[in-house]
């Protein structure tokens, strides 16, 4: 079973990335709970124009899906501009709703354990309310805020720790720990 860590909802283990946020989900503790939303499988390519499904990976969706349940694409056409974040390794995450959160655990599968040892976590047993930084939309502008991370934020090559709400600007990149570096795309 894993678990939405921004909006607390659970879906099977197939299932990558939350269809609401569009976070990368994590694996729930304790005993599974039987799930009793419907699941959905991967439909054939050439249906990918059909209601609810995902136009970059062909997967159906719960009607009510923001996100794609398996690559995370935005499934809606909202107005105004769209934040698209480019993690290493080319995997591309479509920022949603207000606000975005970023630990650690967001960076498992793309960077080395020596690498993610400087981002913070995300719910840190003695820090539950701590992650690393934070991305979240005003009005049609977006800003990045390090979270009081133990190890920075770097942004356009200066830290950002304690300078509150920085505004971001296509072609910018994020630098966790200055471990890793995430292109910011605006359009």
């Not at 304790?30 to 499904?53: A, I, L, R, S, V």
């Not at 049609?140 to 805020?145: A, K």
């Not at 009081?148 to 630098?175: A, F, M, V």
């Amino acid at each position: 079973m894993k678990m939405c860590s921004v909006c607390g909802r659970e879906f099977n283990d197939e299932n990558d990335y939350c269809d609401f946020c569009g976070i990368k989900l994590d694996v729930a503790e304790g005993e599974p709970e039987e799930m009793e939303e419907e699941t959905f499988d991967e439909p054939e390519m050439e249906e990918k124009e059909e209601e609810g499904c995902c136009t970059v990976c062909g997967t159906k969706n719960p009607e009510a899906a923001k996100f794609c349940m398996s690559c995370s694409a935005n499934l809606t056409e909202e107005g105004g501009r769209k934040l698209i974040l480019v993690l290493p390794g080319g995997k591309e995450l479509t920022f949603s709703g207000d606000r975005m959160i970023f630990g650690r655990e967001d960076f498992e599968d793309l960077l080395p354990e020596e690498t993610l040892k400087f981002i913070s976590r995300r719910g840190h047993p003695d820090k539950p309310d701590k992650f690393h930084f934070s991305i979240f939309k005003d009005g049609n502008e977006f800003f990045v805020v390090d979270e009081d991370s133990s190890n920075n934020t770097w942004l356009r090559g200066d830290k950002i720790k304690g300078q509150g709400e920085i505004p971001l600007e296509d072609g910018d990149e994020i630098k966790p720990a200055n471990e890793t570096s995430i292109e910011v795309k605006i359009e």
